[in-house]
């Protein structure tokens, strides 16, 4: 026999584990926009006046949150919203991503901003993975710093005063159990800073969807039909993360919830170890001016490396 919806009497076209809920379309729309706008509050992550930058990849994440954003901001006439893009230079990867995040953007009838790293450092990622030598380093550990210095830059061109990002449950859930397995307790509190904790000379960054399951947003992305780009990136490579996520995904389906308990450790820990990060502790880079630990940043660090700068 069909299910019907357990908020109203339609029929269910989804069972939403983690809440033993089996929900029609409508409810599941409706549900889980308010997930969203719960974590949204709870966590104090945007104000009345903000402009939000909205950081989009081009995939069902990013796809989903700039579609609920969107929605929440009719309620606040005062925020604004201004997507944006980082173009790594990917070929048949970011390229065709973006095409998804245009068509998105566009129906929103909002304007895309692009920044790529050919702009910001002078190589694509495709050209740094071809030259970059001895070291072999993995594509995405010269991806992840550039880009986070890249998101920072759209974020001061575009003057926002926060940066959402699409990272949901499963992501974040991965990286606690990641840094916990490494021993690395005081990484969960530096990626867990509430927005008032932000670092001078980054724009805080929240993440609206890290209550939100993978699964969640893959229904919602294909029950409302939004435009998303769903290749893997050719560079992804890290079998230390999949090795999490596919425990996790175990886990979380025999005990549904498992996600959440995870985050809500990550939580508890950053919130007792958060003292033990002093603002006072950054220094600022001798080449760049960047806030960093160490005397130069990562991204002076990696543009020494391949061109000597
Ligand atoms: S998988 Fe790695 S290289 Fe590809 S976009 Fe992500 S961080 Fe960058
Ligand atoms: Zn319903
Ligand atoms: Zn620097």
Redesign the pocket.
Known sequence: MALT?S??D?PAIYFRRYTSEA??K??LIRTTQRRVRLTINKRKMFRETDRIGVAISGGKDSAVLLQILHDIEADFPRATLHPFTIDEGIQGYRDKALEAARSLVNSLDLSLHVVSFKQLFGHTLDSIVHNRGETRRGACSYCGVLRRHAINEAAKELGVDVVATGHNLDDEAQTVLMNILRGDAMRIVRTNRPRELSVDGFIPRVKPLMELSERDIVAYAHFLDLPFHDIPCPYASDAYRNDVRAFLGQMEYKRPGTLLATLHSGDAIAASLSEQIAPGLQNTCARCGSPTTGRICKVCQILEEIDGR
């Open positions: 919806c908020k109203c339609a929900l029609c409508t409810c």
